[in-house]
T-cell receptor, first 113, second 112 residues
Framework: NAGVTQTPKFQVLKTGQSMTLQCAQDMNHEYMSWYRQDPGMGLRLIHYSVGAGITDQGEVPNGYNVSRSTTEDFPLRLLSAAPSQTSVYFC????????????FGQGTRLTVV | DAKTTQPTSMDCAEGRAANLPCNHSTISGNEYVYWYRQIHSQGPQYIIHGLKNNETNEMASLIITEDRKSSTLILPHATLRDTAVYYCIVRATNFGNEKLTFGTGTRLTIIP
């Protein structure tokens, strides 16, 4: 049981490049979410999904796209990377039942130069 | 979700109980209090949650005041591995954990 798996762990991009951050969970969780964390700050929600085929925007969605074609996977796409997107990205998943916990991946550290 | 207020940082001696406060004075009757921690930039880890009653698990205890306007997370015998940033989060009972609002948390340092 791997939990929430994020790949890659580290990535350096040039401004304007695009890439996809991968997130997979093997717990059959309905809910999945993407957060970013900038130095000295708490996590901020980018996008989330309450089930396959259903996604919605969080607090800071600009510059990012998501899709949820399967229950297990929730990739985050950077369309045209900017230095302001340099951050640590965390994926999380949880059951839809109230009072349950969220499980987080170990993060992807992204640097845009 | 109700706003939470936590101290920026705290120290605790190894082996002593660490008591981390959280103020949530605008909490509604249908909102849970959750605690997560983040060790050295790893992904956040769930600790405990509660609604009205005090809760205890293998990691910690959660004490919620009778008026529910504040709570305290207690790590009974703190170890060096408990050094982390601790986040107090309020979430309505009719919602899951797909949208958590993290503040800046409390940076807890365990002193040898």
């Amino acid at each position: 049981n791997a939990g929430v798996t994020q790949t890659p762990k580290f990535q350096v991009l040039k401004t304007g490049q695009s890439m996809t951050l991968q997130c997979a969970q093997d717990m059959n969780h309905e809910y999945m979410s993407w957060y970013r964390q900038d130095p000295g700050m708490g996590l901020r929600l980018i996008h989330y999904s309450v089930g396959a085929g259903i996604t919605d925007q969080g607090e800071v969605p600009n510059g990012y796209n998501v899709s949820r074609s399967t229950t297990e996977d929730f990739p985050l796409r950077l369309l045209s990377a900017a230095p302001s997107q340099t951050s640590v990205y965390f994926c999380a998943s949880s059951y839809s039942r109230v009072g349950t916990e969220a499980f987080f991946g170990q993060g992807t550290r992204l640097t845009v130069v | 979700d109700a706003k939470t207020t936590q101290p920026t940082s705290m120290d605790c001696a190894e082996g002593r109980a660490a008591n981390l406060p959280c103020n949530h004075s605008t909490i509604s009757g249908n909102e849970y209090v959750y605690w997560y921690r983040q060790i050295h930039s790893q992904g956040p880890q769930y600790i405990i949650h509660g609604l009205k009653n005090n809760e205890t698990n293998e990691m910690a205890s959660l004490i919620i005041t009778e008026d529910r306007k504040s709570s305290t997370l207690i790590l009974p015998h703190a170890t060096l591995r408990d050094t982390a940033v601790y986040y107090c989060i309020v979430r309505a009972t009719n919602f899951g954990n797909e949208k958590l609002t993290f503040g800046t948390g409390t940076r807890l340092t365990i002193i040898p």
